[in-house]
């Protein structure tokens, strides 16, 4: 069945609203409309001419609102001639520079800078009109863009940064005479050199000659005169009346001046006083000479064959770090004005009861033997006994003769004398030595130690007892010995006129040494060498150096201990080289013999039966060589012989 045609469809309800939400609509339109009427008339009428730039814009300063974009070039552009040659005033703190923009390369691009600036009044009728409408009222500051030399820029900048920049000084405390006084410090300026080149580049593209402020960075100093108030009452405290040291019943009164010497006022960053400083430096170390002692080891005295023990010393020394803290509390100080000189005492390397434990008691062994020669020789004998006197041996230490004494030099005082160089006796420096290192190794062998290294001369010689000779050669021939006794080992050496003595000094343990030595046996005759000299008649001989033949021998050492006990079984084989003989054979022609004329004689000068003959002079009686010694190869030819002296 249909429903009447007056029943409202279903979903609607009846009445006027829908009508008035219609209404409102339409009304709401007509206001947008009419708005954006208003606004697009709005700015047709500011819209101007779009040959014009929009007032209220400013190009570097330069107002050219209004005029075309050539006339606004133009004017920028003579003004910016006019002002080429006009310099910039600049500042950074109590400093002034004037820079031209001719003198950096500044260049300008007015033209982009117009451009620039229609374009903030550009566009379609009401939107330039609404642009332009802004710019009216809130204005625009345009910087032209601007090119300028980068190095020129840079080195001007760079310049200014040398007289600005400084570090900042902190307060300290300073004399003036003997009163204490507080210098103030000043901030740390620096430039800051990249805003800086952006200020200095703007400034020589604008118009504007007024001064010009560079950006500067202040750094406060660490230190202010505020912080050292405690420092400077406590200086002047220290300097109001003399101090004094004082060690046992010795007293060093420090006046006025000199407690200005000591004292290390604030400074760089402290603020502390204290006692320091060169002057202090200088003060106690000439203190210390009047205070200090060495210490002295303990030694040992050699009587006969006893050893006695010379008591150790300890060392006295002024603690200068802990006697300036007492001498700052002194100064610091209204009443007491003493302060205790601290010292410390020193140990010496080698105490008594250290020594006494070393159990050097007595001698062990010892040798001498005669020497004599030329006066380096004997200077160079002396000097390397020194040398190894007083050599101490630990136990189960080993003895070098070459570490003890060191390369034998001219800078030590060694001389040139008598030496075996490639087996002959030649003049080298430090000739002697072997005197000492014979020695040295005949005492350790009668000590019964053991011998680590032993090297036999090149040369036999015959004052050194058989077989039981040492060389050295620094440094690749040494004397070593090994102390294999259970207690230190003193080495000591006396030099007389004509004798050297070793003697190795320790704890006698009555070791027993029994020796074997085989005779010296010749194993090949020394050659001879003849020279030809021109000087000596044919015939006449001068023996310029005597030769031996080579030969070699051994000993054999035992050595027991107090029990019997055999310690030690060596046997020492030394090869001699032979040595050649020199003499000078000569060569001189003999003269021939003269002829005397015959003379006839007067009858009567000549008796009767008298004759006379031509004579000649006679020889010189030819004196035989001496009979070769044995083993010597055949003797010269014969004639005169002599011996060079």
């Not at 910087?143 to 040398?162: N, Q």
């Not at 005169?225 to 220290?238: D, I, M, S, V």
């Not at 004509?498 to 003697?503: E, F, K």
Request: charged share 20%; with cysteine.
């Amino acid at each position: 069945m249909r429903a009447p045609a007056s029943q409202a469809p279903a979903g609607r309800r009846p009445g006027r609203p829908g009508r008035g939400r219609s209404s409102l609509r339409r009304w709401l339109l007509v206001g947008i409309t009419a708005v954006m009427a208003c606004g697009v008339l709005l700015g047709l009428a500011f819209a101007g001419s779009p040959a014009t730039l929009p007032e209220g814009v400013r190009i570097a300063g330069v107002d050219v609102g209004g005029l075309s974009a050539t006339a606004a070039r133009r004017q920028l552009e003579r003004r910016s001639a006019s002002l080429g040659r006009v310099p910039v005033t600049f500042v950074a703190g109590t400093h002034r520079w004037s820079v031209t923009p001719r003198s950096l390369g500044v260049e300008v691009d007015w033209a982009a800078a117009v451009e620039a600036a229609h374009r903030q009044g550009g566009g379609f009728g009401p939107v330039r009109g609404f642009r332009r409408l802004q710019t009216r009222f809130f204005g625009a500051e345009l910087a032209p863009p601007t090119r300028i030399w980068d190095g020129a820029l840079v080195y001007t900048v760079k310049r200014m940064a040398k007289v600005v920049d400084r570090r900042p000084q902190n307060a300290s405390v300073q004399l003036r005479g003997l009163t204490p006084v507080i210098a103030g410090g000043s901030p740390g300026l620096a430039l800051e050199r990249d805003a800086a080149e952006l200020v200095v580049a703007r400034a020589l593209a604008s118009f504007s000659r007024r001064i010009v402020g560079l950006p500067v960075r202040v750094t406060a100093a660490e230190v202010r005169a505020a912080n050292l108030r405690p420092a400077l009452r406590q200086a002047k405290r220290a300097l109001s009346a003399p101090v004094r040291l004082r060690l046992g019943t010795t007293r060093w009164r420090l006046p006025r001046w000199r407690i200005a010497e000591l004292l290390s006022l604030p400074r760089a960053g402290s603020q502390e006083l204290s006692v320091g400083g060169a002057g202090a430096d200088r003060y106690f170390r000439r203190l210390s000479t009047t205070v200090e002692q060495e210490p002295e080891e303990a030694s040992f005295v050699v009587s006969g064959s006893t050893v006695s023990v010379l008591p150790s010393r300890p060392g006295l020394g002024v603690d200068v770090p802990a006697t300036r803290r007492r001498l700052l509390a002194a100064l610091r100080s209204r009443s007491d004005r003493e302060a205790r000189l601290v010292v410390r005492t020193t140990a010496p390397a080698r105490t008594t009861a250290g020594a006494k434990r070393m159990g050097i008691t007595g001698l062990v062994g010892g040798y001498t033997t005669e020497y004599g020669g030329e006066p380096n020789r004997l200077h160079n004998v002396r000097l390397v006994a020194e040398l190894i006197d007083g050599a101490l041996v630990a136990p189960g230490a080993t003895f070098s003769f070459n570490e003890t004494t060191g390369e034998r030099t001219a800078e030590k005082g060694f001389l040139e004398a008598p030496v075996i160089i490639n087996g002959e006796l030649q003049t080298g420096l430090g000739g002697g030595i072997c005197q000492v290192s014979t020695t040295v190794f005949n005492a350790a062998y009668e000590a019964g130690l053991e011998i680590a290294t032993r090297t036999n001369h090149a040369l036999y010689i015959s004052h050194y007892p058989l077989g039981r000779d040492a060389t050295v050669n620094y440094p690749d021939l040494d004397l070593r010995f090994r102390n294999d006794t259970s207690s230190w080992l003193l080495l000591r050496t006396f030099v007389g006129d004509s004798a050297l003595t070793v003697n190795l000094y320790g704890s006698p343990a009555g070791r027993r040494v029994e020796t074997e030595a085989a005779p010296l046996v010749e194993r090949a005759a020394a050659p001879v060498q003849r020279i030809a000299d021109k000087g000596l008649l044919v015939g006449e001989q001068v023996l310029v150096q005597g030769g031996q033949p080579a030969r070699s021998t051994s000993v054999r050492r035992r050595v027991y201990d107090a029990g019997g006990t055999l310690l030690h079984d060596t046997t020492w084989s030394s090869y001699y080289r032979s040595e050649r003989a020199i003499v000078r054979v000569g060569s001189k022609p003999k003269p021939k013999p003269k002829v005397v004329p015959e003379v006839k004689p007067k009858p009567s000068d000549t008796p009767a039966g008298s004759t006379t003959t031509a004579t000649t002079e006679p020889d010189k009686a030819a004196v035989p060589p001496p009979p070769p010694a044995a083993g010597d190869t055949a003797p010269p030819p014969p004639g005169p012989l002599s011996v060079q002296p």
